[in-house]
């Protein structure tokens, strides 16, 4: 157990070392690119080519992200805020620091400033979301796994599977129009504050419909699945043979069984509503964590870009890693191996 | 008299095989959600197909006079776009644009992704674990995160979408091969195929590949839906093909402003992208209810 714990831990650093050195491979591509990009459109090519020397943004790409680690891990100071660059970029922490993330060249601020404040908003349309897609993915998967190819079974497929062909986007376009322009009930925008008039909960009700619509008739059919399996296992057939009722059966005999494989599909999700919230949080204007990607992404904002990778990346992995463990001690076949 | 009656058996089973194979097809007509699926598939791809001989506006012509009242009109049966562009033929080209687009980018994936899972699945081994860790890398990504900083960063266009959803979905192709794979390989009829000195490269295109098709046809199917869904965002967020290209989700991007007055801008090509992908969904479903084993 200690060994198998070890070896995932030392495989989810490995990701996420390798991980960060692709996203910076394809964003540093074109080397130099940090000293434009921190000076802004109007600063002269010398003045470019300065901050490029005095960075030596333009060393091979391996040097580069060795650099970056190094100030990442508190090893080296960030060189961006040096103040011989002349680009007055200071941080309240100072400039070496272990977990220092650098400055974000779009926000002109350091990624620590920004970033996290986003995650939270995030953490909090995420988790609703979350809290919502759980239950009814459950309740829908277990009534259309009861009888396999049956009325209910057929209905419910469909309804799950209409779901999962509606993109954020449409969703979004499909609510905002129904709820708040033919009939307006609630805000199009969630800016989370109240100077529009409308409360923060209100604000959530639409982002989170979006997120739920998309994911949950997935999740439903996996968990549909899996309560086909346990369906025909012999043990339910002794069971019903054994004169149980119906109810008794599924809730005694049924559910546990076939909850243990939907556990990783569920726990999986999370790494999924990280995508999911790119999309849902340029519809609404919410300030996430989602849209600071994407921002930071179209400006070309490394910084921030690889914070934000290493986040979700060790969000992904560790979901996954909690997904393994759990599945160990909900199913005692595995464990005991 | 024993030659007559095996050529009866002969012909027999020849009848048995070719009826097997045309029971399989019309076990999806007979189920209806296939048959929806088709449907909705089959009207977007003939629209896509007949776009330039239908009597259609061109979908870049501006006709600045409908601006006034860019609602449905007798000229412009759905209407006009911000840009005075009618509604219809956009809806129609920008069929045409995702249904090569989309299809081409999962074949280009499952070519790699069927390729290395089956790599990965035969030999097993070191290769088995290379091949292992460097897709789990890639599945540790947000699939939307990683395609945002592809395409942010090499720029979109065709070829640059097929490459983003290679690198973003032959890892799961290739798992799913992987798990077929290491599910036949322990098959009588591959050990006597092994025992035949057949090569490697026979063994897997020619025993193992015909038995993993239909799980990866299904694949595929889905795999096309969300690719449509992909692109459909990459639109939305700014990074779909570029302008004047009708693209179903930059034209819910452009309109998206106007959405106040005129919703049903952005509400018509979202209701294309939701009924061409739950298409593709549905005759996913279909097939799988109609092929298992």
Not at chain 1, 111 to 120: A, K, P, T
Not at chain 2, 95 to 104: D, F, H, I, N, S
Request: proline letters at 6%.
């Amino acid at each position: 157990m200690a060994i198998f714990v070890a070896k995932r831990l030392a495989m989810m650093l490995l990701t996420m070392v390798a991980a960060s050195f692709l996203v910076f491979a394809v964003c540093e591509f074109t080397p130099g690119s940090v000293a434009r990009k921190s000076l802004g459109p109007f600063a002269t090519q010398e003045q470019v080519d300065f901050l490029t020397k005095k960075l030596r943004a333009d060393d091979p790409l391996l040097v580069r992200y060795g650099r970056w680690a190094g100030v990442l891990l508190g090893i080296i100071p960030d060189p961006l805020q040096d103040p011989s660059t002349g680009l007055n970029f200071k941080d309240p922490r100072g400039a070496q620091y272990f977990g220092n993330f650098g400055y974000s060249t779009l926000n002109k601020l350091p990624v620590n400033d920004v970033i996290w404040n986003r995650l939270g908003n995030t953490a909090i349309l995420a988790g609703l979301a979350f809290l919502l897609i759980v239950p009814l993915s459950i309740v829908f998967g277990i009534l259309s796994g009861l009888k396999e190819g049956g009325v209910l079974d057929r209905l419910l497929s469909v309804i799950c599977i209409t779901f999962t062909s509606i993109p954020e986007f449409a969703s979004g376009v499909f609510l905002v129009t129904l709820f708040v322009i033919l009939w307006p009930v609630l805000p199009g925008t969630s800016p989370l504050d109240t100077e529009g008039g409308w409360s923060v909960p209100s604000q959530l009700v639409l982002p989170v419909a979006v997120l739920v619509i998309y994911d949950f008739g997935y999740v439903a059919r996996m968990i549909r699945v899996s309560m086909i399996g346990v369906m025909e296992k012999p043990f339910i057939r002794t069971a019903v043979l054994k004169g149980m009722s119906t109810r008794q059966v599924v809730i005694g005999h049924a559910l546990r069984n076939a909850m243990i494989a939907p556990f990783t599909v569920l726990l999986l999700q999370i790494n999924f509503l990280i995508s999911g919230v790119v999309v849902t949080e340029l519809v609404f204007a919410y300030p996430g964590f989602g849209r600071l990607l994407l921002d930071a992404s179209l400006f070309g904002d490394i910084a921030t870009i690889e914070a934000a990778t290493l986040i979700t990346v060790a969000i992904a992995v560790t979901t996954q890693f909690v997904g393994d463990l759990g599945y160990m001690l909900l199913d005692p076949r595995i464990r005991l191996r | 008299m024993s030659a007559l009656v095996e050529q009866r058996a002969m012909e027999a089973t020849a009848v048995k095989a070719t009826g097997r194979a045309r029971l399989k097809w019309a076990r999806i007509l007979r189920s209806p959600t296939a048959l929806v699926g088709l449907f909705l598939v089959g009207f977007w791809v003939l629209a896509a197909i007949l776009a330039p001989v239908l009597p259609l506006y061109s979908p870049t012509e501006q006709d600045v006079m409908a601006l006034a009242d860019p609602t449905p009109s007798a000229a412009h049966w759905l209407g006009v776009d911000i840009l005075g562009r009618d509604e219809l033929s956009r809806l129609i080209f920008g069929a045409r644009t995702v249904l090569v687009v989309a299809p081409l980018s999962v074949a280009v994936a499952m070519i790699v992704g069927i390729t290395l899972g089956m790599i990965a699945g035969y030999y097993g081994g070191w290769i088995d674990a290379v091949i292992s860790r460097l897709s789990d890398i890639i599945l540790a990504f947000p699939v939307l995160v990683l395609y945002v900083i592809l395409i942010a960063n090499i720029g979109p266009s065709i070829i640059n979408i097929v490459i983003a959803t290679t690198i973003a979905s032959a890892p799961g192709i290739g798992r799913i091969t992987r798990g077929l794979v290491l599910g036949l390989k322990e098959q009588e009829y591959i050990a006597a195929a092994r025992l035949r000195a057949e090569s490697a490269l026979y063994i897997m295109l020619v025993e193992l590949l015909p038995n993993c098709r239909g799980m990866l046809i299904v694949d595929a199917c889905l795999r096309i839906g969300y690719t449509i869904i992909t692109i459909g965002i990459l639109g939305f967020l700014g990074l779909g093909l570029p302008p004047p290209n009708p693209d179903w989700g930059g034209m819910v991007k452009e309109s998206t402003t106007v959405l106040n007055v005129w919703p049903l801008m952005s509400v018509l090509p979202s209701i294309a992208i939701v009924s061409l992908v739950l298409g593709f969904n549905l005759l996913a479903d279909g097939l799988r209810e109609a092929w298992k084993p």
